[in-house]
């Protein structure tokens, strides 16, 4: 199983099979609404992005992005006319200036180097709408910064 099918395995199972509502709960925090553009930085698996689109609907584009071609690949099996996925980092995204209503984030900014994180978020303040909305959910500041131990793990597992 890809590395993206275990982490997707995984979140079912720490959530006691509950995952869905947890982030129909986060993705209700963002007031999505109808016909609206979401953006969801660091997708994964898509988890948050869908829970997004059932809040914007058909007439409403959900945007999940991620570095990482395995979690888009496995993604985009849910894709949708209103559910889309595509390979970039939070620090560089590629939409417009104030060209979307939501930005949403989950588990992903520790994920972004220490130093990258304001980019992101600058990021995130660029394309959004006037009166757009920013959610982050990451765990407590005062966890250690995983980023540079996670690259070193996924070298590890890559044999580099
Ligand atoms: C723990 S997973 C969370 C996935 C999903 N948001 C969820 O809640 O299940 C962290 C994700 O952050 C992504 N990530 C790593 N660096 C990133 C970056 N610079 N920008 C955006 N996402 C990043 C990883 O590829 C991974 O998919």
Known sequence: MS????YDRLTRLVTLGRRDRIYAGLAALTDA???EHAVDLGCGTGALTRALATRV????LVTGIDPSEDMVAYAS???????RYAVHPAEALPFRDESVHVVATALAMHHVDADQRPV????????????G?????????AQPDCSAPDRRAHRARDGE
């Open 133 to 141: 909305r920013l959610l982050v959910v990451d765990p407590p500041a």
């Open 77 to 83: 099996r849910t894709a949708t006319p209103t559910i």
């Open 3 to 6: 590395h993206a099918g275990s």
């Open 33 to 35: 609404a109808p016909g």
């Open 57 to 60: 609907g058909p007439r409403g």
């Open 120 to 131: 992101a978020v600058a990021e995130a303040h660029r394309v959004l709408v006037p009166g």
